[in-house]
């Protein structure tokens, strides 16, 4: 057994579950001294903690409250021996619900917790006189809230991942004010700013300037999908879902090598897990129905996150928090389901047996490919897991990064394949928006990148094909999500996040409207009219998991008869990566 909670870490809040247990003979208390050196004292359920009790620890930590099968669950207080302090809620060895913190130099924070994190509600007073009420999300300040500084000056409004963002007021103690709009801690967008002699001035900021000409309009963005709620005929599963993610990612795990054993990518490395709602050793007690949960080679996807820079409590906060999943309005063209965490971050999508199969076989090359390429375009895939219900079949789902994760709107999205037959929408123009997603022949510019970019972006293009070819899988698509920049921001302006531009994420570009002609399907790209714009690009390559299998041959036999060979998707895998590759490598160019 292992300190409950790190002093740096924090967390959110759930009432502390019912004993089951009501036989006094059950539960006794005694004292003992534990082979790793660790000591405790209080009751006991066979051979864990189970009641209430003291536990310390040999690095001088000490808890002392109440315990659920060995974790501490309920309410009890955690000392560290930096003299730094914890009391309050606890749930599945997490400091988890209302508490208060108190750390070595003073400062204390009495709020809402989730996962050893601060998140939600709660008020944070800092050892030099500042302090914080308001909104919080995985540790820092996000949402609604209010700042004092011990000198008097004060700031109320919208927050988000510790710095002012949002609509907000910041007041100094000299008497001057600032109302309107912030990014990144500075004014951003419409705003007054009033002196303390009554002088006034409105416009607009860019970067804590006032250029009078710059004309920033704020739109908020539309979230896809509807939110399911308690009523919602997936609202079980969504459950379950969390549950088993908490479950599998809030384990404790040892650093690991990067370089993993042959065993970890055996199909065969999955373990289930028995969700009972009374809850059980492992499990902890849940309101939803008795369902078993498997997780597909823990260790390989627990490294890829790692790979990927993705933090376990945000991504248990992403997936698992308060905030419901929303799906996707309609299954796509395979049938599966799509579903989006509220912060948009992650897609979760639900899975065929064979697409499973697929990705358990391309599953060492595809974590050698993305191990040695960090630009890779390719989907990025962080867990690979299955809900199974009591007599229901089972539901298995891939959980992936979402390329469009952004503040920025996305105008327009297109899917590119390299191919002609059927690739266009069927809906009217008068009904495309900014959620339509178009396809080949819909293409109605070319995307130009800077120098340097376009070279690193062919470069990619190859390598991942490659892979991709080497798999035998076929019918993916380059996703492409547009961004049209206001005419008015300048380029430097833009390029404030220089630091968050990455090869298919936030890349500052242009693109070239083209014509297509009336024999435009065959030639896919059309006519440059030398009429640009400036815009933002998103993309990734995506469907990944689609191989050259006996029924893709037979659709490719099928249609081979009825329409032009070439014009086709299902094609061989080195037939199609050459396509796929000549129809990109035209749609996007260099910037002259």
């Known amino acids: 057994m292992s300190s409950a909670a790190s002093e740096d870490a924090d967390e959110q809040s759930l009432p502390p579950p019912e004993d089951p247990f009501d036989d006094d003979d059950e539960v006794y208390h005694a004292e003992r001294l534990l082979p790793n050196g660790d000591f405790y004292t209080g009751q006991w359920y066979g051979e864990v903690p189970h009641g209430t009790g003291k536990y310390l620890w040999t690095d001088g930590c000490m808890y002392e409250g109440e315990w659920w099968h060995s974790r501490t669950m309920g309410r009890g207080k955690f000392s560290w021996p930096s003299g730094a302090t914890y009391e309050g809620e606890f749930k599945s060895g997490f400091m988890d619900g209302y508490g208060t913190y108190t750390g070595v130099c003073g400062d204390t924070y009495r709020g809402a917790w989730s996962l050893n994190l601060k998140h939600g509600p709660g008020k944070k007073s800092y050892a030099n006189g500042d302090y914080y009420d308001g909104e919080w999300r995985a540790d820092l300040q996000e949402g609604h809230g209010r700042y004092v500084w011990k000198n008097g000056s004060e700031f109320a409004g919208q927050w988000r991942a510790g710095k002012f963002h949002g609509r907000g007021s910041l007041v100094w103690t000299s008497g001057n004010r600032y109302d309107g709009g912030w990014e990144e801690g500075q004014p951003r967008g419409n705003g007054s700013f009033r002196w303390a002699d009554g002088s006034l001035y409105i416009g607009i900021w860019v970067v804590g300037r006032s250029p009078g000409r710059i004309r920033w309009v704020a739109k908020e963005m539309k979230k896809q999908g509807d939110t399911i709620s308690k009523n919602h005929k997936n609202y079980e599963l969504m459950l379950n879902l969390q549950l088993g993610i908490r479950h599998a990612v809030g384990k404790q795990a040892l650093a690991t090598s990067l370089d993993l054993k042959a065993s970890a990518f055996d199909p065969k490395e999955k373990v289930w897990t028995r969700f009972p709602p009374e809850g059980s050793k492992q499990t902890p007690p849940h309101q939803s129905c008795d369902f078993r949960w498997k997780d597909y080679c823990p260790l390989v996807f627990r490294t890829l996150r790692r790979l990927f820079k993705v933090d376990p409590g945000d991504y248990m906060i992403s997936i698992c928090g308060n905030d419901a999943l929303r799906e996707l309005s309609s299954p796509g063209k395979s049938g599966s389901f799509f579903y989006l965490t509220n912060d948009d971050k992650y897609m979760i999508k639900t899975m065929k047996k064979s697409e499973v199969k697929v990705l358990l076989r391309m599953l060492p090359a595809y974590y050698n490919h993305v191990r040695a390429f960090e630009n890779t375009l390719v989907t990025k895939f962080f867990g690979l897991h299955c809900v199974k219900l009591t007599g229901a079949i089972q539901v298995r789902f891939v959980i992936m990064g979402n390329l469009f994760c952004t503040e920025y709107t996305i105008h327009r999205r297109f899917d590119l394949k390299g191919s002609s037959h059927g690739r266009t929408t069927d809906k009217p123009e008068e009904e495309i928006d900014e959620t339509t997603t178009l396809k080949d022949l819909d293409l109605n510019f070319i995307f130009h990148l800077q120098r340097t970019w376009f070279q690193e972006f062919c470069k990619q293009v190859d390598r991942d094909c490659d892979f991709l070819e080497q798999e035998r899988i076929m019918d993916y698509s380059l996703l492409v999500g547009v961004h ?99 129809f990109i490598f035209r749609a996007f160019t260099e910037d002259a």
């Open 484 to 582: 049209f920049r206001d005419v008015s921001i300048s380029q430097g302006d833009l390029l404030r996040v220089n630091n968050l531009i990455k090869l298919g994420a936030n890349m500052p570009a242009r693109v070239e409207q083209i014509l297509r002609r009336p024999d435009g399907e065959s030639l896919l790209i059309g006519e440059p009219t030398g009429e640009f714009y400036d815009v933002v690009l998103f993309f990734g390559i995506i469907d990944i998991l689609q191989d050259y299998d006996i029924s893709k041959k037979l659709e490719h036999a099928y249609k081979s008869i009825q329409y032009d060979p070439t014009s086709i998707s299902a094609v061989d895998p080195k037939q199609y990566s050459k396509r796929f590759r000549y």
